[in-house]
């Protein structure tokens, strides 16, 4: 099993000096990778709901660093770790654009990125960025999945569809990585699992929070639905990694009666991640973001000293 941890993107540690600290000593405790958010504004009242909350209500302050800004800046601050967008709204930004911000940071980074990806939540912030429409973010994102692959494969590269064309243009230079950077699709919906046997390199999912608590049982079941749609698209599912973002990580908390998914003690902890290894995860992203650096740290200190050793 591999780990991966969250960088922040708001609050007091999404500064330059707390984001290297944390790039820097993620390096040398053994993470794998890191993964990056991603807003660009928010509307002052947020309407839609939020799928990871029981309520539905937005945990964060309206606050963001933007994403692809912070990939090149932890390019710069790290020199191993895998440099994850976490996920990437596909709708948000222009295609070819995109594509080309994505290149450069693979080929400044030496070949670390992996482009996770999303279709969205936030109607209102499709609406401040005249994204294209909410109601059409699956099409869309599917299309510009196609556009992304178009220009890192292919020069020139031509593109006529729905929503984008483009022809006979280059877009150099190609990414590092061959033949481009990974694709982990984020979601557990049907749509989502589609999206990643059709499109994919990677299944890339949020569980154990209780909203979205992704059971074995149920992860389980999803996994099966995941081989069917990879056998449709005559596609070797075993090929995919799957990179489960599990929830904040404190030992000390006291778990629930009815325990989620890698709550506890370090030692329920591990027998969680067993399971899910046996399940197909590859690796598991914790969250250790708190307001407080020092903090932050001790929770990444203290899960490398008990966590780590103990799954390889």
Known sequence: ???AFYLPTRGRTATPDAIETLLTRAEALGFSSVMIADHVVFPAQVKSKYPYTVTGAFPGQGDALEQLALAAFA????RRLRLVTSVMILPYRNP???AKALATIDVLSSGRVTVGVGVGWLREEFEALAAPPFEERGPVS???LRIFKALWTQSPASFSGRYYTFDDVQCLPRP???PHPPIWVGGHSTPALRRAARYGD???PVGGNPAVPLRPAEFGALMDELRRLCDAERRDAS???ISFKAPVYDADAKPAADRLPFAGTPEQFLADAGTYAKLGVSELIIDFRSDDLSASLERMERFAATIIPESR
Request: glycine residues 4%.
């Open 239 to 241: 090929t995919l990694t």
């Open 75 to 78: 390019a710069a601050k790290s």
């Open 142 to 144: 599917d299309e510009y």
């Open 96 to 98: 070819v654009f995109t």
């Open 176 to 178: 590092v990585q061959k």
């Open 202 to 204: 990677g299944w890339h």
């Open 1 to 3: 099993m591999r780990y």
